[in-house]
């Protein structure tokens, strides 16, 4: 199996129970569930795109990772129907003692949405996730905290939705190199293709979270935990081949770990600085929500006075800048004087390039 169908079998286990997925093997037959998910994921047409399943699913935690909260295996019994592009899934959790217990999870799927409860079961699968070490204790309270609303929600309009057209699968990158070690996944699908009777209209529920906005406000979250936070961000920024100007940073966090972030465009002109530098601290051309809340800072606006600021110690620090399409951008001699951030670098030729970093 390739990267993508390791990590679009780990997003529907997560879905579908514990979605821990990927191939979880190095084997040439992925489980049966793997093949399922795939169907449904991309609306594979099986029986004109309409059918019936059962399916039972174990999975083994490996017992380096067992521990009084955590149960060496877990056994699931889920059950759907599929109409062309929607489908309807219901999971049951199988006792020790083989009776059954029925959290009344559902997943649907209408068109290019997925849509998973947050209940009981969602509660007890994020709690392993944690006991495992799947996840770690930030990820774990900080979703809990952006889920929280869902729980008191009437209990048909608890979901959380994933956009499929615009998932990102690289947010499961971190975790695929542990699955295999962690679990072990074993499945058996029964499909029934004398499916009838009319699709059963599935419509978006409401008060439903988005999944991109909660892994957002995630991602922001721990940009303001030491440990995870960046202690320096280098900045190149220039004008691509399609005459756009463009920001992309690689990032340094406390454990010493880099990364490169993804591209962005900018609204800003950056012709002024690059034709003479000597304007490199004077125009603002710094995106300042985006610079800022990669520092962990929070970025507000004040709609009166048309001023963007972050709050440092329960103080409001306004930035003089200019607004375009919405967004404000400062320079970098704001940064200096109203900030305790280093400017430990900045030149303009070719490109702008400029580093910022904490204060050690």
């Given at each position: 199996m390739n990267k993508i169908k390791k990590i679009a079998a780990f997003c529907v286990l997560l879905v579908f129970t514990l979605i821990l997925g990927s191939t979880l093997s190095s084997c040439d037959k992925p489980p049966d569930i793997y093949t399922l998910v795939e169907n449904i994921l991309k609306n594979k047409n099986i029986n004109g795109g309409r059918y019936s399943f059962?399916?039972?699913l174990n999975i083994k935690i490996n017992k380096d990772y067992q521990n009084d909260a955590v149960?060496?295996?877990?056994n699931f019994e889920i059950y759907g129907e599929v109409w062309d592009s929607e489908a309807n899934?219901?999971?049951?959790?199988i006792r020790a003692d083989g009776e059954s217990y029925d959290f009344g999870m559902?997943?649907?799927?209408?068109?290019n949405n997925l849509y998973v409860d947050v209940n009981d079961l969602s509660k007890i699968i994020l709690e392993l996730l944690y006991s495992t070490g799947f996840i770690n204790l930030p990820v774990k309270t900080l979703f809990e905290k952006e889920t929280e609303s869902a729980y008191k929600i009437d209990a048909h309009n608890r979901h959380v939705y994933f956009d499929l057209t615009e998932f990102d699968l690289s947010f499961f990158d971190k975790y695929i190199k542990d699955i295999e070690k962690i679990f072990t996944v074993k499945s058996k699908v029964n499909y029934n293709f004398k499916l009838e009777g009319n699709s059963f209209g599935i419509t978006e529920p409401a008060d439903s979270l988005n999944f991109s906005d909660i892994k957002a406000k995630i991602d922001k979250g721990l940009l303001k935990l030491p440990g995870y936070r960046y202690v320096e961000l280098y900045a190149v920024m220039g004008i691509d081949e399609d005459k756009s100007n463009f920001m992309q940073i690689l990032a340094k966090r406390e454990n010493g770990e880099r990364e490169i972030l993804e591209k962005i465009k900018l609204d800003c002109n950056l012709s002024k600085v690059l034709k003479d530098p000597k304007n490199l601290y004077s125009e603002n051309i710094i995106p300042m929500r985006y610079l800022f809340e990669l520092l962990g800072e929070t970025v507000e606006w004040d709609?009166?006075?048309?001023q963007a600021y972050i709050i440092k110690n329960g103080n409001k620090i306004i930035f003089n800048g200019a607004l375009v399409n919405s967004k404000t951008y400062i320079n970098l001699v704001e940064i200096i004087i109203k900030?305790?951030?280093m400017l430990t670098s900045a030149a303009a030729d070719d490109y702008v390039e400029f580093t910022i970093a904490r204060k050690k």
């Open positions: 059962t399916a039972e149960p060496g295996e877990l899934i219901n999971i049951k959790l559902w997943v649907d799927k209408f068109e709609a009166k006075n048309k900030t305790d951030y």
